[in-house]
């Protein structure tokens, strides 16, 4: 999951046309250099699998943004890290992007894939329930782009679930079950026997 992209590009990148979006990112960059747009650069480089040009730009947004792009940098670089297999780093730059703004709910949707992908349910289904409660209407979940469609089938389960939707919840697990991420099939297969 990537955190809620916005600018130049950022409905291209939210349905999975990062090429369309770098281009029009680039554009936004060409006329204003210091401007956000260099976040969602990133983005469209972590959509790209570009995952170290990625990183150095989120690193930079680190440094010399304000707090909110600061957050999610953070998140984005979780992911990352998390797609890396470096979960302990992921979960750390999750807990610092939490501290920046405890109330907003891009970070507590990352938490629970987190946690639901290390198999702590009960983590999972905590940071889901705030992260409900912090995006009353699910504007925010609606807004996220993600680098996988099995993250958004993730976050579809994990909603379903909490929210008490057992046969979607079911029916988002199965279609899980079946993707190409053997870790995440085993998470799916254990909702699935544990519901």
Known sequence: MLAHPDGPGAIELRRGRAPDARSQIEAA???????????????CYAAEERFDAARQLLDESLSHRPAPE???????????????GYLSAAQAHLASARAIDPGRPEPLYAVALLASARGDRAAARDAIREALRADEGGAFRRGLAYIY???????????????????????????????????????????LEEP
């Open 70 to 84: 600061q957050q999610a940098a953070l998140v984005n670089l979780a992911e990352i890290y998390a797609i890396d």
């Open 149 to 191: 469609p099995e993250e958004r089938l993730h976050l579809a389960a994990l909603v379903a679930w909490v929210s008490g939707d057992a046969a979607r919840a079911e029916a988002r697990w199965r279609e899980l079950g079946r993707g190409r991420f053997p870790a995440l099939a085993q998470v799916a297969q254990r909702h």
């Open 29 to 43: 960059l060409a006329r204003d250099p210091d401007g956000a747009a260099l976040s969602d650069l990133a983005l």
